[in-house]
C-alpha cells in the first residue's frame, strides 16, 4: 500500500510541475469502492484522509466502521430513496446527475437544517449509458441549483469516455473546462471552482486540462472485481 501511495504521488507530482500546476491544487480521493475494511485501515496509516464510495449503503456502513477524521465523499449514481444514508455524513457529493436529485438532497437538507456541498456530474461523452446532465444543459442546470437552498455547489465532475484514445479522453477533460469558464462567467464568486476529473487510466490527461480533484481506486487498491 505504501509503495502504490508512493508511485502514485510521485506521478502526481511530476505531472504537476510538467503542466505548471501545484501539487497542492490537486486534490487526492482514494476510491475504496468495494474494497475491505483492512484495506481502507491501511491506506489511512499510510496517510490518506479523503476516501470516496460509490453505492450508498457501502457509504454509511463505512463511515460508520472507520476513523473520524476521514473525509468522506460519494461519487456513484445517488437513488432519491437512499440520500439519507449519505447526505449528512459527505464532504462532497460530486454525482449529482440531475435537476431532480439537486431538488431532493434540497429538501432534505433543508429539513435536517444542513448545507450538502455538491458537484454537478456532466456527461461529457454524451454516451447513454452514462449518467450526468447534457453539456448543453449543463450552464442552466448549474446556474439552477445553485439558487436551491441547503445546497453548496462547488463545481462539476465528469467521467472520460470508455476508450483507450488520449484525444477523446482529453477531449471531455478540455470540455469541461470549457464548461467551468462559460459557467463562470454568470458566478458572483469566482474562487474555488472545482473540476472533479480523473482516475487511474487517465488522471496526468486530466491534471494537464485542468482538474482540481482527481478520483483513483485501481492504482492504489489494485483491480477490482466485476462491479
Ligand atoms: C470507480 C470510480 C473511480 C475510480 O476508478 P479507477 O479506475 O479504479 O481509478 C473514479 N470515479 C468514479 C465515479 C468511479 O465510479
Known sequence: MRQSIQRLEDQILETCSKNGRKRDEVKLVAV??????????????????????SRAQEFRDKVNSLYADIEWHFIGH????????VATSSALIHSVDTLMLAEALSDYATTKAIEVPIL?????????????????????????????????????????????EEKQIRKSF??????????????????????????????????????????????????????
Open 32 to 53: 475504496s469502492k468495494t474494497k475491505p475494511i483492512y484495506l481502507i485501515e491501511e491506506a489511512y496509516a499510510a496517510g490518506l484522509r479523503i476516501f470516496a464510495e
Open 78 to 85: 445517488l437513488q432519491r430513496n437512499k440520500i439519507k444514508y
Open 120 to 164: 454537478l456530474e456532466v456527461n461529457t461523452s454524451a454516451e447513454p449509458a452514462k449518467f450526468g446532465v447534457h453539456p448543453d444543459q449543463a450552464q442552466e442546470v448549474y446556474l439552477r441549483v445553485q439558487q436551491l437552498p441547503g445546497l453548496k455547489l462547488k463545481g462539476l465532475m465528469t467521467i472520460a469516455p470508455f476508450v483507450s
Open 174 to 227: 478540455s470540455d469541461l473546462r470549457k464548461l467551468k469558464d462559460q459557467i463562470m462567467a454568470h458566478l458572483t464568486d469566482q474562487s474555488n471552482f472545482e473540476l472533479s476529473m480523473g482516475m487511474s487510466q487517465d488522471f496526468q490527461w486530466a491534471i494537464a486540462e485542468g482538474s482540481t480533484i482527481i478520483r483513483v481506486g485501481t492504482a492504489l487498491f489494485g483491480a477490482r472485481e466485476a462491479f
